[in-house]
Each structure stands twice: as C-alpha cells, then as structure tokens.
C-alpha cells in the first residue's frame, strides 16, 4: 500500500505477491476515500453535513457587505445655524444659495456639503468649515452610521476606516483560527467561533459611540472567517470527490443569496440598528451545529485520532442505512500506529513556515494568496461601490447580487467542464477588461458605466466561486485550513485597501474602476502556472503536493488479478487490493 513516507507494505494475493511502489496518496485520505466508497456518494450524512457547512455562507455574506447600508453615504450641507432643526433641502432653495458656497466635483456643480459663508465682526464675508455641524438628505436612509457619528468631510476616512477595521479582523481570523483549526480539529473552532460572534451580533446594533462599534466589527470579523472557513473545510473534506464542486459553489450561492436578502432587509429597514438586529436574529439558527456539525473523518485519520474517526464513521453508516466492513476498521487501526510525514516517524504539528518550505508548497502559497488579495480587493470594491453608482441604491445591490447568483451557476457549470485554472482565468479577464473600459466613458453616459462595473463584478465573482473549490483542493490536508488562512489573510488585505480605492474618485473619477480592472488582468495572468485539479485525490501531505506534477509509477500485480489500466485512479486499485 502506497505510504507517503515512501515506505512499501506487501500484500499477497491468492499466494502472490503484489508490490506497490511509493510516492501516491497519502493514508489519510486512501482510508477515507475507501470509506466513502461503502458509506455511499451521497448518503443521508453527506448531504446533512453539505447542506449545514453551506448555510454559513448566510451571515458570512450579510457581514462581508453590510457596511454597504450600516455605512451608507447620504448627501449633506452644512446646517446653518446651531438651533436650526430644519430637515435636509436640497440644493435648490434660495436660502442655501446664500449661505452655501458652489463647488465643482465629479464633472458637476453643486452646494458645498463641508462648507459654509460666514460673517466676521467686521461684516467681512468668508468661507469657513460647518460650525453647527451637519443636515443630511434621509429620503433612502433613515439613518446610518455616518449621519449618527457624522463621518463626513474632515471625518470621511473614519468610514471607510470602519470597513478596513472589519476586515483587519477577517485577517487576524484567517491566521489564527486556521492554524488552531489544523491542530485542534475544524469542529472546536467552528462551535467557538460562532458562539463567541452570537452575542456580538446583537451588540453591535447597541453602540453608542464609533470606537465601540468598529471594535465590535473587528471581533465579529475574526470570528465570522473562523466559522466560515471551518465549515467549507468540514464539507470539503467529507463529501465525495465527485460532490466537492457541488459543494463548493453552494457556499457562494449561499452567500449571494444573504446579498439578495441583505438588499430586501435594508429597504425594509432604513435605521441602521434595526439592519443589524435583522441580520443577527437568523444566526441563532446555528445553535444547532453543535448537533449537526460532524468532525472531519480525513483530519481526524491524519493525526491518528483513529478512535474518534471510527466513531464518526459509525455514526454516518447508522445515517445511511449502510453496514462498513470490519476490515476497514482494522485497517484504520493498523494505519494509526504508522507516521504521517515523509521525514518523520510520527506525527508533527505544522507551521506556517511549512507552506514556504518547498518549491510547489511556496509556489502554490504564493500565488493562491496573491490572486485571493485582488479578487477580494477588486469583489467587495465593486460590493461596496454599488450605492455609488447611477440609480437607486437598493435596486443597484440587489441587481448586482442577482448577477452574480448568475455567476454561481455559469461557474458550477464551467468548472465540471473546463476544470478549475481556466474559467478562473477567463473571467477574471473579463471582470478587469470591464471594470478598466469604464475609463473610457463619457460623464454624460453613467448607466454605461453602471453597465459595465456589474459585468465586472460578474466576471470576479465568477472567478472568486472558482477560487473556493480550487483553493481547497491545492493546499494539502496537514495544513489546508491554514493555507487557506494565510490566503484569506491576504484577500482581507485587499477588502482592507478597497474601501479607500473609491477615494481616487477625488482625483478621477473613473479611477477606481480602472485600477480594479488593471490589476485583476495582471492576476489572471500568473493563474496560468498552477496546475489543474479537475478529478484529482485531494493531497494528504506536502509530500503529496511536491510529486503533484510527477507522473505515476508502474503498478506491478501478480499473473490472474484484473485492476483498473488507468494507474492515475488508486482509490480503485487500493479498494480491490483490500477487498481480496
């Protein structure tokens, strides 16, 4: 049996004798593959634990973009006088005109929202800042947190501050709970994960004061990337090889449809807090996984926590009406007493320092991480900037979302035909050929550039449905969860960096747009270096990721044993050894 310490076990077979030459998968996931084999392709604990994992992707996506109406950017003047409770007037009547300098931005004029006229003691009349603060337009929002901690003018990074703070959070998620869950087990981290953003959730909707409610967020950010990325991982690694597409694009569909859902919430709810407690009263729903979510088998086998593995697998062959072998059984105890690493005789805890160590790892790590940080730059700009666009806000978004509902769909449909690499490639070259032409269009014609920044965001969000089945299958069992971290780290970089792209519109305002297409093409390019994983073993080890480009060796079988001729297929030829 192949061992990937490079190792050779003999079995005989009717008296002869078989020998299989290293360097195949890896043990963990051979026994499991056998497993799933007599558990059934899609047996009743299959589809619980696909459908349960998905369902993350729902308050993960009310997250991710909800600074879209929490943080909404209204129109706004100066108020006028520090008793004045007049409401928000536009830019038509007299009184402003005398009082509220004209300025000239984004290819307009209009009444300057941060400045004002004032009289000095000598009758002199000056431009000064708004001394009495501000008065803001509450046709679409009733309120937000810009016109609560008025976040605007002076102010206005504090905004786009508050989403950076977010996503620093995602970012120190990714690291620390992706390496706790590759030593502790995915399950732990998941059930802490959600218990500890349960409450926050609510809190947020409480804030009294900015700081408050961006620390909130932080924390909130960190926890929500440990749920989200415990529960892809738990289904990835259980389903089937032949479901893991499937599984992998219902997390995005999942999520695009919190997008959909966020769009309604938001129309029906303008005040910023009542948005928040909306969108946290569905996640008391996943109380329930500490029922539901079941521990990864493959994790479990691969650090020889062979009883706890045993016991899960009983538990899913009672949901599936199914009896497994005895057979399988010894074999998983026979496996637990051998090492899990080329280089050492037992089992080791990974770094991150593993997934720079050798070349296909540090290749693999590096431009996995550097496509995930422009597609998340590139996404949730495009996100986030809907409201910016021509049109009503909320019409905009739920647009977007539907688009790329669409998205969903052509990139289930693509990958089971094209593989992973070249639907990623393609359509995130036409997500940034999109968002780049937008440059090229007059002022006068904004719904074409509307036009144009949803058709990049259907190509990114394409690509970015590509780029969570294919990021989990490149990176090795031993350290996938925190190779996804240090990958997911690096895209929340990119969703730090986003929000204060949009400020280049000062300068140009086509601009954003520009640099989002500029750099998603630069990226699409590297793409053409990694290698395919369409119908591929999901590697155990890093072993397993360093001989990926090797072709397999030959399998010798004794005179009278039929094995499969395509040698690229060991699950079948492990399964028939095992069996006879």
């Known amino acids: 049996i192949y061992t990937d310490r490079g190792a050779l076990f003999q079995c005989t077979v009717q008296g002869a004798e078989v020998t299989v030459p290293p360097g195949r998968p890896a043990r963990g996931d051979m026994e499991y593959d056998a497993v799933l084999e007599h558990l059934g392709r899609c047996g009743r604990f299959q589809k619980i634990t696909a459908v349960a994992m998905s369902l993350v992707g729902i308050p993960a996506g009310f997250n991710m973009v909800a600074m879209t109406f929490l943080g909404a950017m209204v129109d706004h003047h100066c108020r006028l006088h520090d008793s004045s409770q007049a409401g928000y007037r536009g830019n038509g009547t007299q009184g402003?005109?005398?009082?509220?300098?004209?300025?000239?931005?984004?290819?307009?004029?209009?009444?300057?929202?941060?400045?004002?006229?004032?009289?000095?003691?000598?009758?002199?009349?000056?431009?000064?800042?708004?001394?009495?603060?501000?008065?803001?337009?509450?046709?679409?929002?009733?309120?937000?947190?810009?016109?609560?901690?008025?976040?605007?003018?002076?102010?206005?990074?504090?905004?786009?501050?508050?989403?950076?703070?977010?996503?620093?959070?995602?970012?120190?998620?990714?690291?620390?709970?992706?390496?706790?869950?590759?030593?502790?087990?995915?399950?732990?981290?998941?059930?802490?994960?959600?218990?500890?953003?349960?409450?926050?959730?609510?809190?947020?909707?409480?804030?009294?004061?900015?700081?408050?409610?961006?620390?909130?967020?932080?924390?909130?950010?960190?926890?929500?990337?440990?749920?989200?990325?415990?529960?892809?991982?738990?289904?990835?690694?259980?389903?089937?090889?032949?479901?893991?597409?499937?599984?992998?694009?219902?997390?995005?569909?999942?999520?695009?449809?919190?997008?959909?859902?966020?769009?309604?919430?938001?129309?029906?709810f303008r005040d910023w807090r009542d948005l928040q407690l909306a969108m946290a009263v569905p996640l008391v729903l996943f109380l329930s996984y500490w029922w539901l979510a079941p521990e990864s088998p493959r994790w479990l086998l691969t650090n020889h926590k062979t009883e706890e593995a045993k016991d899960v697998i009983r538990k899913a062959a009672k949901q599936n009406g199914v009896e497994i072998p005895e057979k399988i059984y010894e074999l998983i105890d026979k496996s637990g007493e051998k090492g899990a690493d080329t280089t050492d005789c037992g089992p080791r805890t990974y770094s991150i320092l593993d997934l720079l160590r050798t070349p296909n790892m540090r290749t693999t790590t590096i431009l996995i991480s550097t496509n995930w940080f422009v597609l998340s730059a590139v996404y949730y700009g495009l996100c986030v900037g809907t409201t910016a666009l021509a049109g009503d806000h909320y019409v905009n978004f739920i647009t977007s979302a539907c688009v790329e509902l669409v998205g969903v769909f052509v990139a289930w449909f693509t990958m089971e035909r094209a593989g992973r690499k070249l639907p990623s490639v393609l359509f995130m070259l036409l997500g940034g050929c999109a968002c780049a032409a937008t440059a090229a269009v007059p002022p006068m014609y904004d719904m074409i550039s509307t036009v144009l920044a949803m058709v990049g965001r259907f190509g990114i969000s394409v690509s970015f449905n590509v780029f969570y089945v294919y990021s989990a299958e490149v990176f090795p069992t031993v350290v996938r969860n925190m190779g996804l971290g240090v990958a997911t780290m690096l895209a929340r970089v990119g969703g730090i960096i986003a929000p204060f792209v949009y400020l280049l519109a000062d300068t140009w305002r086509p601009l954003p747009l520009l640099t989002f297409g500029v750099v998603s093409i630069a990226s699409a390019l590297t793409m053409l270096t990694m290698p395919e994983t369409l119908g591929k073993p999901l590697p155990n080890t890093i072993a397993s990721v360093e001989n990926v480009s090797k072709p397999p060796p030959p399998i010798l079988v004794p005179d009278g044993v039929v094995l499969p001729g395509d040698s690229d297929k060991p699950l079948i030829v492990f399964q028939k050894l095992t069996v006879l």
Request: proline fraction near 3%; charged fraction near 10%; hydrophobic fraction near 50%.
């Open 96 to 268: 402003l005109n005398a009082s509220i300098p004209w300025e000239y931005t984004g290819g307009d004029w209009r009444l300057s929202q941060c400045e004002m006229y004032t009289e000095s003691a000598a009758g002199n009349v000056t431009v000064a800042p708004c001394q009495a603060g501000w008065v803001y337009d509450r046709s679409q929002y009733s309120s937000s947190i810009v016109t609560e901690f008025d976040l605007v003018c002076s102010r206005l990074w504090l905004r786009e501050l508050a989403q950076s703070i977010y996503m620093s959070g995602v970012c120190v998620g990714a690291i620390l709970f992706g390496a706790l869950a590759d030593r502790y087990g995915r399950r732990p981290i998941l059930l802490l994960c959600m218990m500890v953003q349960l409450p926050l959730m609510f809190a947020v909707a409480f804030a009294t004061d900015y700081v408050t409610f961006v620390t909130l967020r932080f924390i909130i950010g960190a926890t929500m990337n440990g749920f989200l990325y415990s529960a892809f991982v738990i289904g990835t690694e259980v389903v089937n090889p032949s479901m893991r597409t499937l599984f992998g694009m219902a997390v995005p569909l999942h999520m695009t449809i919190s997008y959909m859902l966020l769009g309604a919430l938001a129309y029906c």
